[in-house]
């Protein structure tokens, strides 16, 4: 049965063997899904990869709920879209450069309800070059079906059906290993859109959600890098060749410790710039109104 996928060795499409459930392509090159439970398409030559130590600062932050607004931001933008962007009862969803795969459980658990009500599937895939990330991602959901399991036969008058897990694949974002026109739906969160590979696997008429930083987010935190910074204004957030429907900034404040700005400042792309002076004296700091600003953008292919 063919799929959505292209081979990363030929780049010819890969079948699904239904007795293996591995991929296979015409020359083939076979691929198994592996023991933890993601993909090894193909591996960057020099991923960005975080310690251990950062892993566990990020995803304690981030599931504590600090991005709760932004996530609601993101669902309340979608929602008017999902009839428009379902086909054949599914919404096929990609998350570039996921990460531990934060947002694809989060915008699942927000859209949870109102596509149940719409009789749709959100089909969910996550891409990343760095291979710890999805190890992580995919422990998270293993130990999140275990549970919906227990609670399930722990309750005897109920038998929902587990959820349906993201596909998460270990693929250089240069070649995307998918089929052009393959998603409704790709979200960029915190991401900036380099190349043309994202719109190459979105459909005609499908959805590119983009969430980037704005200039005064982390604005504490940025001043002790860039002492004599000054702010900029908002860039535009026009795509080439699609319809931009709707802009949104989310902005709000938070309390935070030494420790929890240092996992903040990992999540930046400038983090390389603190040295350990810098670092010692953020950790020693406290931020009673530290500054979050998102610039959210929600386009159409044309």
């Not at 393959?182 to 005609?204: N, Y």
């Not at 935070?256 to 983090?271: I, S």
Request: net charge negative; proline share 4%; glycine share 4%.
């Amino acid at each position: 049965m063919k799929s959505i996928y292209h081979c990363p060795v030929c780049n010819e499409s890969l079948m699904l063997h239904e007795e293996s459930k591995g991929l296979h392509c015409a020359n083939k090159h076979h691929f198994d899904k592996n023991e933890h439970g993601y993909w090894v398409f193909s591996q960057a030559k020099k991923p960005k990869l975080d310690s251990r130590q950062v892993m566990r600062g990020k995803r304690f932050l981030l599931e504590s709920g600090v991005f709760s607004p932004l996530v609601e931001t993101i669902t309340e933008m979608l929602k008017p879209q999902l009839a428009h962007i379902a086909s054949e009862g599914a919404i096929q969803h990609l998350d570039y450069d996921c990460g531990e795969g934060y947002y694809l459980r989060a915008i699942k658990s927000a859209l949870d309800e109102p596509l149940q009500q719409a009789e749709f599937n959100l089909v969910q895939h996550g891409v990343n070059e760095a291979e710890n990330a999805l190890f992580s991602a995919a422990k998270i959901d293993a130990e999140a079906e275990a549970e919906s399991s227990s609670n399930s036969n722990s309750d005897s008058g109920s038998n929902p059906e587990p959820a349906e897990k993201s596909t998460l694949i270990v693929s250089t974002l240069r070649t995307l290993p998918f089929a052009d026109g393959s998603f409704d739906l790709v979200t960029l969160i915190d991401k900036q859109l380099k190349g043309k590979e994202p719109l190459r696997v979105l459909k005609q008429a499908g959805y590119l959600l983009q969430v980037s930083p704005a200039p005064r987010h982390l604005w504490q935190l940025k001043g002790y890098i860039y002492p004599d910074m000054k702010e900029k204004a908002v860039q535009s957030s026009q795509v080439s060749g699609l319809e931009l429907l709707e802009t949104q900034r989310v902005t709000f404040k938070l309390n935070v410790d030494g420790e929890q700005a240092l996992t903040f400042l990992e999540m930046t792309p400038y983090a390389w710039r603190a040295n350990d002076k810098v670092r010692k004296q953020i950790s020693k700091a406290h931020f009673d109104e530290l500054e979050i600003d998102f610039i959210v953008t929600l386009s159409k292919k044309e």
